[in-house]
């Protein structure tokens, strides 16, 4: 039954680009799917068992979006950077403690879900993507956002449910980013940046769940510029 839902699923993506192999128990990616290499243009990996993605990955050159959510990955292939044309990477619920520096290359980037995995460092690799739009890294463990924050092109970030206790005042430069979530950090009253509030392009924040009273945040000078949730 599950060898013949994968051919079928195998022969659809020669045909149309798109291959659905989601919750099919796999422990591994499918050789024939590389019959597919020259149209693939979505590849939904997501609910298998697959523990490692191979160097190969990075033929599908044409591929636009990549869910491999729900499995128990923990590295990628250096190969990810040649999908130059991917723009949706969803990699939430895996064993990722680190990003590989080729994500760099992924210039065609608007959505990244790295939520619900091990990561304990910013993944600084992901600034600088002009297209990036939503970043998603709640539900990890990492403990600052540092210098270099600055260049992150997206208008959404998630860092809810993290251990963050140092925010970086240079996140109040980023060009773009309109909704900023810390939900639930280490974050004290005296480290969060008054830049955020006063001088950054934020309009939604969200900070329920640190180490202070809300009730302290609001006297912020600023604090009336941005929504809350």
Do not use: W
């Not at 879900?113 to 600084?124: E, G, M, T, V, Y």
């Amino acid at each position: 039954m599950g060898n013949s839902a994968v051919k079928h699923h195998l022969e659809t993506a020669e045909r149309t680009g798109v291959c659905q192999l989601a919750k099919l128990g796999l422990d591994e990616v499918p050789h024939a799917l590389y019959r597919s290499v020259g149209n693939l243009r979505t590849l939904d990996l997501s609910g298998n068992k697959i523990s490692s993605l191979p160097a190969n990955l990075g033929n599908f050159i044409q591929l636009k979006s990549l869910n491999v959510s729900c499995n128990r990955i923990a590295s990628l292939p250096e190969t990810i950077g040649k999908l130059k044309k991917l723009e949706n990477l969803t990699l939430s619920h895996n064993y990722l403690s680190t990003v590989v520096p080729t994500v760099c290359k992924l210039t065609a980037l608007k959505s990244v879900s790295i939520a619900f995995n091990k990561l304990n460092r910013f993944p600084l690799e992901l600034c600088g993507l002009k297209c990036l739009d939503v970043l998603e890294l709640q539900s990890n463990s990492i403990l600052t956002v540092p210098d270099g924050v600055e260049n992150l092109q997206c208008i959404e970030l998630n860092l809810n449910q993290n251990q963050i206790s140092f925010l970086s005042e240079r996140i109040a430069r980023c060009p773009r980013l309109k909704v900023l979530r810390l939900e639930e950090n280490c974050l004290q009253l005296t480290s969060f940046p008054a830049a955020v509030l006063g001088d950054s392009q934020v309009s939604l924040l969200a900070l329920e769940g640190n180490l202070f009273e809300m009730k302290k945040f609001q006297e912020l000078g600023g604090y009336d510029k941005v929504s809350r949730e």
